[in-house]
């Protein structure tokens, strides 16, 4: 029956008008009137049927009809097709209809890039694409599914299609996409051209993942009040919940950023002597030229080679030109290595002073609050994750760092004292501090948490001594909820 309707279909296909400029109309006159609509209608619920079903072989005839003669039907003709396909290619065995399958795949694409803003002027948001959207998913697919893909091909289409999208890009194609830079570059190791272009790859899949997570903060996040008098220890301490579409870009971002950072330092591209081979000439034949020098303090910074002797050069060819803030650090990086901290922290703190842009104040900052804390100078450590919060509000980090110096204080202190709980307690509420405002740490500091919680007062130890979770304490000057194990 199917065989059959299929055929009455395709023997009107002579007769059929063409639904090409018809965008924006409704679905009749996207497919055509009459028996136009009928043999379109009668193809398209026959696809979709085979498709539900997941028969994907039996779905390709009906499906190829609507894709052919109808092609402003649907956008799901495209992104169905595009899954049914990858299917087929996967888990097809001989190797011509593969490529058969792989050459429909790739069809897909280009057929939705011909009509992708007659698509867009009838879809919804979520459907509708840019030109740079459907480049990259067709680079996704022609790097993991063609049979006899071509890396550099591969990597081209990437970036044409990043190029065009900007940095609003799926975080499963940001991971192919620095996946396959990662082999283009393993495949030529010796070519500085190419190491750079993975280096900058690289920069920019944590670029972008940085600048999702940060998005994830926008999102309110809900606090549950603690409840000292449930059973469940679990809710002693206050709770923070992430928004759904926080934690949705944490699944996604966090995981590929993870991926790329695993692939790079796999790949020993940012090996530091690596690096001070490439540019130990042209830091040479640019010392006069200010923004070049702190771009390559910037690149050797990024991938912790600040201390290598190329760094310093550079920075002391910056730091005669002009004070700069990128000069500073360097100078910074140089006195730590020598460990004369107190020197360094100057030119930390100089560094802060020249920078305009508040994301490296707040960077700076907390190196500086690093610093102290490997000092063991837990005030002015809490002092600059003060002073990175106020350029940067929401940095986890700087909150769970001052959670790691509160706990600190306890240090030493006898554990059978009530007091001593005081200071895990109030770490505690730092975690929950960065959970509130950076999504991107709530595992982090979930760990650290469940770590100062084990240190509470005993709860069967507070009942003799008349002790109560629930009540106000004051640790280091502010003010705390005691809470008990």
Not at 148 to 174: P, R, T
Not at 184 to 209: A, H, K
């Amino acid at each position: 029956m199917k065989r059959l309707l299929l055929t009455i279909a395709c023997a009107s296909g002579c007769m059929f008008a063409s639904a090409q400029n018809l965008a924006g109309t409704e679905l009749e006159d996207r497919i055509g009137h009459g028996q136009d609509s009928i043999d379109v209608r009668t193809n398209l619920s026959l696809y979709q049927s085979e498709f539900k079903a997941k028969n994907y072989k039996d779905a390709i005839e009906p499906w190829e009809f609507v894709f052919k003669k109808a092609p402003l039907a649907q956008v799901r003709i495209y992104t169905n097709g595009a899954w049914m396909f990858e299917q087929l290619v996967q888990h097809e065995t001989d190797p011509a209809k593969k490529e058969e399958y792989f050459n429909k795949l790739m069809e897909i694409y280009d057929q939705r890039l011909k009509y992708r803003e007659a698509l867009n002027s009838f879809s919804g948001p979520r459907d509708q694409s840019t030109k740079g959207n459907v480049i990259c998913r067709k680079a996704y697919d022609y790097y993991y599914f063609c049979p006899k893909m071509d890396n550099n091909k591969a990597y081209a289409m990437f970036k044409e299609g990043i190029e065009d999208l900007g940095k609003n890009i799926e975080a499963f194609v940001l991971y192919g996409f620095i996946e396959c830079s990662y082999n283009r570059f393993m495949q030529n190791v010796d070519n500085t051209d190419i190491r750079q272009d993975f280096i900058q790859d690289y920069m920019l899949c944590n670029e972008i993942c940085d600048r999702l997570l940060d998005q994830a903060k926008e999102y309110p996040s809900t606090t549950i009040p603690a409840d000292p008098d449930s059973p469940d220890s679990t809710k002693w301490q206050e709770q923070v919940v992430l928004h759904p579409e926080a934690e949705k870009i944490i699944r996604n971002y966090q995981p590929t950023q993870e991926q790329c950072n695993t692939l790079f330092v796999k790949s020993g591209a940012a090996d530091c002597d690596a690096l001070e081979k490439i540019y130990k000439e042209k830091v040479e034949a640019n010392k006069t030229d200010i923004n070049y020098l702190n771009a390559v303090l910037s690149i050797l910074n990024n991938f912790d080679c600040d201390k290598s002797n190329i760094y310093y050069t550079a920075a002391d060819y910056a730091y005669q030109i002009t004070k700069t803030p990128q000069a500073a650090i360097a100078k910074a990086s140089r006195l730590l290595k020598e460990g004369n901290d107190s020197e360094a922290l100057k030119y930390f703190e100089e560094a802060i002073a020249m920078e305009t842009d508040n994301a490296k104040k707040a960077k700076y900052a907390y190196v500086i609050a690093a610093v102290y804390y490997k000092k063991g100078n837990i005030g002015a450590c809490r002092q600059w994750c003060r002073e990175n919060l106020k350029y940067n509000p929401t940095n986890g980090a700087a909150y769970l760092l001052q959670a790691s110096a509160i706990a600190r204080g306890a240090y030493g202190k006898s554990p059978r004292d009530v007091s001593t709980s005081y200071y895990y307690c109030l770490a505690a509420d730092y975690c929950n501090k960065a959970k509130a405002v950076d999504p991107s740490s709530a595992a982090k500091a979930s760990r650290q948490a469940a770590g100062y919680a084990a240190h509470f007062y005993p709860k069967s130890e507070a009942f003799f001594a008349g002790i109560k979770a629930g009540q106000a304490v004051s640790v280091l000057g502010e003010t705390t909820i005691l809470r008990l194990r």
